[in-house]
């Protein structure tokens, strides 16, 4: 099922349930009748094109680094009900630096739980089941358009050990914090890049085209302390001028729960977690809304499951 449904002018309203206040909400999407024009419309397309193009991305980029954006800060603040006392206090010179900030170690707790598994960054979470059809076709549908596992980790061959798993899609959005962490003790056993395009990664676009597959994303597989081996896709977006991880410290490529892995500089972006069959077991909650194609809002460190 979608979580969203579209109106007549082709913008797209979103269901999401807020955990926290045990509410449901439609989702106030970031200039979703500019994307609607974008991607509904002839003229649109033909603009979008050169947009998802990664050189325009670059151009949005440096200018979201210069102090000329720093005026965008006020009104960003307000339209989107951030909480600054969360994020340590500092002069921000641009856009960019108020973007990327960094939240206080009080204002995002890490469940206190090593067999709790937890959400790598604040985001909006739908869970699917990866498909045990023939192994050419291992994979999963999300949004409407289905995704072998080796399209999205670019390797048909490591696809197979996740036979009967989960997929975890966390779906950052601008009011989120944009850094993520690693999700329990580990080592980091392979990461690498994966070029490609820049298209949103709203439902407006993830229903029509193959958009977690088509971008450029970034691949580590983790072999964990308590959730198996486990693949993390990064997915870059439109005008997301960077994914960037940090370097971990160790020639071992050994990391801990909690330390941060990385942040995506401005603009929607995603994190698919692939975990192997038996696990972890998701929180009933998140299962049902997903269930429903309603995702879930989690912010980074909360419990989404447990160790199987």
Not at 23 to 51: H, P, W
Not at 283 to 301: A, P, T
């Amino acid at each position: 099922m979608h979580n969203y449904t579209s109106t007549s002018w082709g913008i797209v309203i979103v269901k999401v349930f807020d955990r926290k206040k045990g509410v449901e909400y439609q989702e106030d999407q970031m200039s979703s009748g500019g994307l609607a024009f974008l991607y509904n419309t002839v003229l649109g397309r033909f603009i979008c094109k050169l947009l998802i193009k990664r050189p325009c991305s670059k151009v949005a980029e440096k200018y979201n680094s210069s102090k000329f954006s720093s005026r965008k800060i006020k009104a960003f603040i307000q339209r989107y009900n951030i909480n600054m006392r969360e994020f340590e206090k500092q002069e921000y010179g641009s856009f960019q630096a108020f973007f990327t900030r960094k939240a206080t170690n009080s204002a995002r707790k890490i469940s206190s739980i090593k067999t709790d598994l937890v959400s790598p960054a604040d985001s909006k979470l739908l869970v699917y089941q990866i498909d045990e059809n023939a192994s050419t076709n291992l994979g999963l549908r999300i949004k409407g358009s289905f995704y072998t596992i080796g399209e999205l980790v670019g390797d048909n061959q490591l696809a197979q050990d996740f036979r009967n798993g989960t997929a975890l899609v966390f779906r950052l959005t601008p009011d989120d914090y944009h850094r993520y962490i690693f999700f329990d003790d580990g080592q980091q056993l392979m990461t690498k890049e994966i070029d490609g395009i820049l298209h949103t990664v709203t439902p407006i676009a993830t229903s029509k085209y193959k958009v977690f597959s088509q971008n450029y994303r970034v691949v580590s597989m983790f072999r964990t302390k308590n959730f198996k081996n486990a693949i993390q896709v990064e997915v870059g977006a439109l005008m997301v001028g960077k994914i960037n991880n940090n370097s971990l410290s160790n020639s071992s490529g050994e990391f801990s729960r909690g330390q941060e892995k990385g942040y995506f500089e401005f603009g929607g972006s995603t994190i698919i977690l692939l975990l192997q069959e038996n696990a972890a077991v998701i929180d009933e909650d998140i299962k049902e809304f997903s269930n429903k194609g309603i995702e879930v809002k989690v912010r980074l460190g909360e419990k989404i499951g447990v160790k199987h």
